[in-house]
């Protein structure tokens, strides 16, 4: 994994000083190494930061044709590279590294565009062919890794962190409609920051004459239900198909020139990508493991499934005043407000793995996402699926899945009105997705605290409508399941902007560690795609492909486990109704400083008078307050670590 930036400019004013400004900001994306390029006429730039993980010695980078024509950065990893390499060799191409990272120039120079058919892996590249003019960026097919893009005055800026950008200049301005998607939870290839988008997942931008032209290379396809409830495979066929995918996509991510770690968590997801890697080597995988303190530590989980495997534990404890201590370098990090301190405690688990002397991780990230993992999917399947002898027994149902799991109920069910936007999704896909429903009921409370005259707060459905535009209804929605459905929707928001965000590569990459997922694998993702729903839940247990594929490498504790999601303790208040917690402590005093007043979304008054209320309210009041208070807190966090205007 490295950091790039790269420029298509109108004039030659970009200067290599600025250019080292920038790739400062995102060294710790690559403190091996950082190399830049400039063309003979100084109009296209490319800047390189590296971490090596592959070709230890030789893989600097920017990369550069032997023709001189083409020149390319990348950040990320490309499996299978080795078989590539020899037949582009075969060909008659010479390469001058022994990293993976270089058969990206050489496949582009043999098939053009379709060179992304052959890659395979988490990556963003940029490419600079100085035979058509052309910048040409690409992202991998999930956002695993991110790529932002800048047009401005006929120049465009790629960045792989949004930072880097500001940096080079882009002024640092708040983007109301992204901040409105943001908040909403919602948000796909908008960012927060004017002017600054993200090339979307599985998608090629050209950029030539300041101008720029997006072409998806790849979807995540789900078949009509008409379809699925034809295939005629049975359990065991689907069992076999699914292991020897799932089991490839990890041995793919086993290369590595250094060692490779596992992050565990207590639950299914990583502990069966841990049981698979650790049967296929002789040593044992160290596995690193947050120990939170309370109800939320699921450590001595992971330790079972260690001893189990015949791994290396590795527990790393996180306090509540770790998760105050680290919050404000977490956010400038991940470049967005966060809701819950998970996103802390992973930027503290990196850092110890870091220390500990790895590069290299498995993580768990995607299972969720591909098997309908979530309590949302399961609701979605109960509402719009049969089974049920009469609506009352259905709602029974509903009632009881929610309550058992008492610990995220509040956070993911949270009481109050749905988002009027629902009402938009309803009509235009024919159900609202539990997840928008419920999720957007945050949105709902946060803007009750908005300034009347807050951007963007005059018209609460532009995040939906948005949203819904970037949907391929009639191709990629309509006539497919409603689980299906929620699982997509899910995929095109949350799990890039923040999943694969502030659980994944900026809280990892924060700290120079690359983040491997081998569920977010494009063959196992289009093998999870064709399954019948069935596969995903039976009955009320979720991703039971999962269970049945893994049972012989995750304990018998585990694979009778329902889904409790990776979450740090909400925000807690002492008896006698005075702060405690040094992360509740810590949000107060950001929003009860001056400073606060300075963004332009939230009411400093509506915002006190609600911390005021926090003295009446009960534990269950407070879960669900928990999120809002760290949204508008780190909302000001943004507004002060990037200097934003208004």
């Known amino acids: 994994m490295c950091g790039l930036i790269a420029a298509q400019l109108s004039r030659p004013w970009l200067q290599q000083e600025r250019l080292e400004t920038a790739l400062e900001t995102i060294i710790h994306r690559g403190p091996d190494g950082r190399a830049s390029w400039f063309s003979e006429d100084r109009l296209s730039v490319m800047g390189h930061v590296r971490l090596s993980i592959i070709g230890l010695n030789n893989g600097d980078q920017p990369l550069s044709h032997d023709r001189g024509d083409l020149h390319a ?16 060799r075969e060909q008659g191409y010479r390469f001058m590294t022994e990293s993976d990272s270089e058969i990206a120039l050489h496949l582009y120079d043999e098939y053009g565009l379709g060179f992304v058919d052959h890659l395979r892996g988490e990556y963003a590249l940029v490419l600079a062919d100085r035979r058509s003019g052309e910048m040409i960026a690409v992202r991998d097919r999930f956002g695993i890794k991110p790529l932002f893009y800048a047009q401005v005055d006929g120049e465009i800026f790629f960045g792989s962190e949004i930072k880097a950008l500001l940096a080079l200049g882009i002024p640092s301005r708040w983007d109301p409609a992204g901040v409105m998607s943001e908040l909403a939870f919602v948000r796909g290839h908008a ?13 090629i931008l050209i950029a030539k004459d300041g101008a720029v032209q997006i072409k998806q290379y790849w979807d995540n396809v789900y078949p009509t239900e008409s379809v699925l409830a034809n295939d005629t495979r049975s359990e065991a066929e689907v069992v076999s198909g699914f292991r ?22 207590g639950g299914l997801d990583s502990s069966a990508v841990l049981g698979l890697a650790q049967a296929k080597l002789d040593r044992p995988i160290r596995a690193f493991t947050i120990a939170f303190e309370g109800e939320f530590d699921e450590s001595p989980l992971a330790e079972r499934t260690a001893a189990f495997t015949g791994s290396n534990y590795q527990p790393i404890s996180v306090s509540p005043q770790d998760l105050g201590d680290n919050l404000s370098d977490a956010i400038w990090h991940s470049e967005k407000p966060i809701f819950n301190a998970n996103t802390v405690a992973k930027f503290m688990l990196s850092r110890a793995v870091r220390d500990a002397g790895i590069k290299v991780v498995f993580t768990g990230e995607g299972a969720d996402e591909m098997l309908a993992g979530y309590l949302f999917e399961r609701r979605d399947l109960m509402l719009y699926g049969g089974g049920y002898k009469s609506e009352r027994d259905r709602q029974a149902a509903i009632t009881a899945l929610i309550e058992s799991n008492p610990l995220t109920k509040s956070l993911l069910f949270p009481v109050g009105a749905s988002a009027s936007g629902c009402e938009l999704v309803r009509k235009a896909i024919g159900f609202c997705p539990s997840w928008i429903e419920n999720i957007s009921k945050q949105f709902v409370s946060l803007s009750s605290m908005m300034r009347a005259d807050a951007p963007g707060v005059s018209d609460l459905d532009q995040p939906f409508e948005t949203m819904l535009s970037e949907l391929d209804l009639p191709g990629r929605i309509l006539g497919r399941d409603a689980v299906n459905i929620s699982l997509y929707t899910w995929q095109k928001t949350v799990l890039v902007n923040f999943i694969l965000t502030v659980l994944a590569d900026r809280m990892e990459m924060a700290h120079s560690v690359e983040g491997r997922v081998p569920f977010l694998d494009h063959h196992v993702a289009e093998y999870s795609a064709g399954l019948p729903v069935s596969y995903k839940i039976r009955e009320t247990t979720e991703k039971y492909i999962l269970r049945e594929t893994t049972k012989d490498v995750i304990t018998p504790e585990l694979y009778a486990r329902q889904k409790h999601p990776f979450l740090a303790p909400p925000m807690r208040k002492s008896q006698k109704n005075r702060v405690s917690d040094p992360l509740l402590q810590h949000c107060e005093d950001i929003i009860r400083s ?4 300075d963004q332009p979304f939230f009411e400093p008054a509506k915002a006190r008078d609600y911390l005021d209320s926090l003295a009446k309210m009960d534990s269950e009041a407070i879960d669900q307050a928990s999120p809002l208070i760290q949204r508008m807190a780190t909302m000001s966090l943004m507004q002060q670590r990037f200097g934003i205007s208004n």
């Not at 960012?191 to 998608?203: A, D, H, L």
């Open 191 to 203: 960012t927060m920051f004017e002017n600054i988008r993200q090339v979307p997942p599985g998608c």
């Open 244 to 265: 020897s995918v799932l089991d490839d996509a990890v041995s793919e991510r086993l290369t590595a020139d250094v060692e490779v770690a596992c992050y565990l968590s």
């Open 73 to 88: 950065v990348v950040n990320g990893e490309f499996y299978g590279y080795k078989g590539i390499r020899e037949k582009l």
């Open 594 to 597: 001056s400073a606060f007043a």
